[in-house]
């Protein structure tokens, strides 16, 4: 495959790096046809589910404004819950934004890729040059799967029942796959248990999509000076 | 559906990457809010796989989600490749589904 002589011909850490963005866009590619067809069965027509992919760029946000369409909810409902889980992404800016020094053209061009498998595949690396090589190829690779995915998924449409192919589990075993690595350190263990437990207790009370933003308050037992920083 | 949906959740989604990444960004954080960020991903990452598990909308549920959940943990755990982890997940619910 010219795909896998092209990678050898990296050094081993980029090559590593590119890999792994390559694997995890592909995935994210297949949950893109998943999400076309959940958006065209909500009521989206093709060129719409299109567009949420190519201009939201963040798929929780598109996912959770479906499935208020959906359910019948109007576009306030379906904004609120959206826009609340895209607020992740403003604080995941504030904390890539030290790491790049581009002038303010290229800045704006390179926020509408700040998503959190770009954040996490960032993060993941301690090197500032592969850094950036892991955050603009999961972007690049991963911008053309989600795009590519959501127009395959809203052509087939209504012709798949995603819950019978279990395609609405596949977000859920992802951000389970890209949460292992994290619960190494203990307190990013403590922070995922208070996390979890503030959006269960949440649900059944408040809005679809707050939960998940309530839960951003367990990053605070990150304040300590204390502790494991490994 | 409205397109104005469109309009207003890829402006809205648009504006929070911007405001953290080029109107805040750029200014040295403080350590202990370092820490604080660091810790994103796994206090939001749970409460995703938590709220897309055992709730739908605004009711807690105990569904065929739960096999798939447990697959995808045992599968992350094993060291499983991003992909294989899916596929499982997803193909564990569809056959209790169909059962």
Not at chain 1, 105 to 134: C, N, S, W
Not at chain 1, 147 to 169: C, E, K, R, W
Not at chain 2, 62 to 82: C, I, N, Q, T, Y
Request: one cysteine or more; a positive charge.
């Amino acid at each position: 495959m010219p795909q896998t002589k092209c990678l050898r011909a990296l050094a081993p850490d980029v090559r590593r790096v590119v890999t792994a963005s390559l694997t995890l866009s592909g995935a994210v590619g297949v949950f893109a046809l998943s999400f076309g067809v959940l958006a065209v069965s909500a009521g989206a027509s093709i060129a719409q589910t299109c567009a949420l992919s190519l201009l939201t760029f963040t798929g929780a946000s598109q996912l959770s404004a479906m499935a208020v369409i959906g359910s019948g909810g109007t576009v306030g409902a379906a904004l609120g819950g959206s826009l609340l889980l895209a607020a992740r992404n403003g604080v995941y800016g504030l904390a890539l934004a030290p790491y790049f020094g581009d002038s303010l053209g290229k800045r704006l061009v390179t926020a509408q890729f700040i998503i959190d498998e770009t954040t996490a595949m960032h993060m993941a690396e301690t090197d500032p040059r592969l850094r950036k090589i892991a955050f603009w190829t999961t972007a690049i690779a991963l911008y053309s799967c989600w795009n590519l995915g959501t127009l395959l998924g809203a052509l087939a449409g209504s012709a798949i029942d995603p819950q019978q192919f279990g395609l609405d589990v596949a977000f859920t075993a992802a951000f389970v796959a890209m949460l292992y690595p994290h619960l190494v350190r203990r307190r990013a263990r403590l922070a995922a248990a208070i996390g979890g437990a503030i959006c269960l207790i949440a649900i059944p009370f408040s809005p679809v999509g707050l939960p998940v933003l309530l839960s951003g308050v367990a990053i605070f037992v990150g304040v300590p000076a204390s502790g494991d920083e490994s | 559906m409205s397109w104005w949906l469109v309009v207003w959740l890829s402006l809205g989604a648009y504006a929070f990457k911007a405001l953290g990444f080029v109107v805040i960004g750029g200014r040295t954080l403080p350590g202990w809010l370092e820490r604080s960020l660091l810790l994103i991903p796994a206090a939001l990452l749970t409460a995703l796989v938590l709220k897309d598990t055992f709730s739908t909308g605004t009711e807690l549920v105990f569904d065929e989600r739960v096999l798939g959940l447990g697959v995808a943990a045992f599968s992350a755990w094993r060291k499983m490749p991003l992909i294989v982890t899916v596929v499982l997940a997803a193909a564990a619910t569809a056959i209790v589904r169909a059962l």
